[in-house]
């Protein structure tokens, strides 16, 4: 049997969109791995991050920050709630909609976890010097924009 070589049989943008799924997925891997000890979800931490930095948010919000549909991100809610790290509280303009906020529980969880996860995506992204990152900013922005 003859060896083969697959990045051979596969054109340049297969390629490519390869190696970006594989480099995506371990780089979430290893943030996961961070948010392991702290029981989040990256998506957990994504809304507790984002209340924490921006402040309440109506829950349809939280979801499209993090991109997330609306039927999963109330799953998230609902679980971060279960949790007791965030509580809904009705909106005052809109009884249909609720404001999500942190509890003090999950004040205190995304304040421990914020750093370790800083730290991870720093460590991760500081192998690239600083105009290998803004040319790859540069060109993830061309690849969403189309």
């Known amino acids: 049997m003859t060896p083969f070589n697959l990045s051979e049989m596969l054109d340049d943008r297969t390629r490519l969109f390869i190696h970006l799924m594989f480099t995506a997925n371990d780089v979430r891997s290893k943030i996961t791995t961070v948010l392991g000890p702290f ?4 998506s957990q931490f994504g809304v507790l991050d984002t209340i924490y930095h921006l402040g309440p948010r109506r829950q349809k919000d ?3 920050t993090i991109f997330k ?5 109330t799953k998230v809610v609902d679980n971060l709630e279960k949790k007791r790290l965030v509580q809904r509280i009705q909106d005052k303009n809109d009884r249909r909609s609720y404001q999500i ?3 003090p529980e999950g004040r205190k969880l995304v304040s421990q976890a ?6 991870a995506v720093e460590t991760q992204m500081s192998r690239l010097n600083a105009r ?3 040319t790859m900013i540069e060109l993830c922005l061309k690849l969403g924009a189309a």
Request: without cysteine.
């Open 39 to 42: 029981g989040l979800t990256l």
């Open 62 to 64: 939280l979801g499209a």
């Open 69 to 73: 549909t609306e039927g999963n991100i």
């Open 101 to 103: 906020n942190l509890t």
């Open 114 to 119: 914020v750093p370790e996860v800083t730290g």
């Open 132 to 134: 290998e990152r803004k």
